[in-house]
């Protein structure tokens, strides 16, 4: 079915409520001026399957504001540097010229986080599951069901879950199973139905006080929500909801938000509930989506190794004469928040990988070997899944020399800047200079991704977006 917009879309199923938050996409800024660009950082990935969703529905006029370049870069693994004796991050760089725009730069900045075995951690798993009316059709609950029975394969005996639900009331369908429990727990959730309206109840209350009462010390305890967007769990004003997970979070219990279905996505209100449990904000799509998620990076979505992550760039001014950072919109931080070590910043998971690309406009100086184009800081809480207090903040530093520059892009590289100009494209960004569908096309055929499926899904999707427009 190919749909020319997203009016014609939001007509082909009953629900019709998309909110999101404008995105205004940052502007060149002067680097005499202003050289430092702060920022909270986090590994959500939650645009992209959102993304790829609308393009297999064969939207062609996609809401510019689903559009986030970050969370696209981050969907996708890229061959970054591990972290090293004890290190729980570790930093890379590169530059190249901008293959669409002649007159700039893209510097790129690889963040990648120690990866930890989820079977080495004990878990305390809490699972709040929306069974409103609005969740009945099969990309919802029948989806959350099928997602939360592969994430049963990765439990270990000593595990404990739990399943609360909310719909015109809250139940406690199961408390406290072991992970041992396959079939128990599976059963219930099988069990489960979609009916009734999203009244207000006690749920998430519920759900925290289950997660205290099987608290596993030095283990993950997490009350994972999963919803079409319907928010009314027991306290429905959001800022006083955002103010009871963010206090939860204190006690070690930490809040991850899954979502699912069409129609009723309020990625903005997710994302910031998983910001404010130290969780991550997922979108699931399809049976596959939830393999990635839940099977094969469960760590990354179970399992946090940093919080409150923030990075600071400051950039040589001899060097660089204006940048722009892609993306990160609604992250942005002020100098002092960014000093300040009680700022509520992102979360990383285990093994993940975070990826910030600037656009950059240089002087006419001369590149001297040895001297800094920027400096990277970036401020991190390491938790107690490796060892940290989750209180003590600890720094990681990077000089980016002149060394990292070469004009042509290769591998991560290619596929890096290539991802960043379909986002553009996709919103026809002020900034997309030269960019267009072909030259993107031939760049992507240039380069092997058949070791990697989720990459060359890329690849794909750009096409079938491409021929969607020419239809």
Not at 11 to 25: A, L, W
Not at 149 to 169: G, H, K, W
Not at 315 to 326: C, G
Not at 355 to 369: A, N, Q, R, S
Request: charged share 25%; hydrophobic share 35%.
């Amino acid at each position: 079915m190919k749909v020319q917009n997203i009016q014609q879309y939001k007509s082909s199923f009953k629900s019709t409520e998309v909110e999101q938050v404008e995105i205004i996409e940052n502007p060149f800024v002067s680097a005499t001026e202003t050289p430092n660009s702060y920022f909270s950082i986090d590994a959500n990935t939650a645009s992209y399957p959102n993304i790829r969703r609308y393009i297999n529905q064969g939207v062609t006029d996609i809401p510019k504001d689903v559009v986030r370049v970050e969370e696209m870069l981050n969907y996708f693994d890229y061959n970054y540097e591990t972290p090293t004796d004890g290190s729980i991050l570790s930093l890379t760089s590169s530059m190249f010229d901008t293959p669409y725009n002649k007159q700039t730069k893209l510097l790129t900045i690889g963040l990648a986080a120690e990866e930890i075995e989820f079977s080495s951690i004990q878990n305390n798993l809490v699972f709040l599951i929306d069974v409103s009316g609005s969740m009945y059709s099969s990309d919802k609950l029948p989806l959350v069901q099928q997602s939360f029975l592969l994430l049963l394969e990765n439990l270990n005996p000593n595990d404990r879950v739990s399943i609360v639900t909310y719909a015109s009331d809250d139940t406690i369908a199961l408390e406290g199973a072991l992970g041992s429990e396959k079939q128990k727990i599976a059963a219930v959730i099988e069990d489960l139905q979609a009916g009734g309206s999203t009244a207000g109840s006690k749920g998430i209350t519920i759900a925290y006080d289950i997660a205290t009462k099987y608290f596993i010390k030095g283990g993950n305890n997490r009350v994972i929500l999963a919803t079409d967007g319907d928010f009314n769990v027991g306290i429905n004003n959001t800022e006083e909801l955002e103010s009871f997970i963010s206090e939860k979070r204190e006690s070690g219990i930490y809040f991850s938000v899954f979502g699912f279905g069409q129609g009723n996505i309020k990625s903005d209100k997710m994302e910031s509930l998983a910001l404010n449990g130290n969780g991550t904000f997922s979108y699931i799509d399809s049976l596959r989506e939830a393999k990635r998620a839940l099977v094969e990076a469960i760590g990354g979505s179970m399992i946090t190794v940093a919080k409150d992550v923030k990075a600071g760039i400051t950039f040589n001014s001899e060097y660089v004469d204006s940048y722009r950072l892609i993306g990160y919109e609604n992250k942005l931080l002020t100098q002092d928040e960014f000093e300040n070590s009680n700022t509520d910043a992102g979360e990383l998971g285990s093994g993940h990988t975070v990826t910030v690309v600037y656009e950059l406009i240089l002087t006419d100086k001369e590149f001297v070997e040895g001297e800094n184009i920027a400096e990277v800081t970036i401020k991190y809480k390491p938790t107690e899944n490796v060892g940290g207090d989750a209180q003590s903040e600890q720094e990681l530093t990077l000089d980016i020399e002149t060394e990292v520059y070469h004009s042509v892009p290769v591998g991560d590289e290619i596929f890096i800047s290539s991802v960043v100009e379909f986002a553009l494209l996709l919103r026809n960004s002020q900034y997309k200079g030269d960019a267009d569908f072909k030259s993107l096309i031939s760049r992507l055929d240039a380069i092997d991704l058949s070791n990697d499926e989720f990459k060359n899904e890329f690849k794909q999707l750009v096409n079938l977006y491409y021929s969607n427009l020419d239809e």
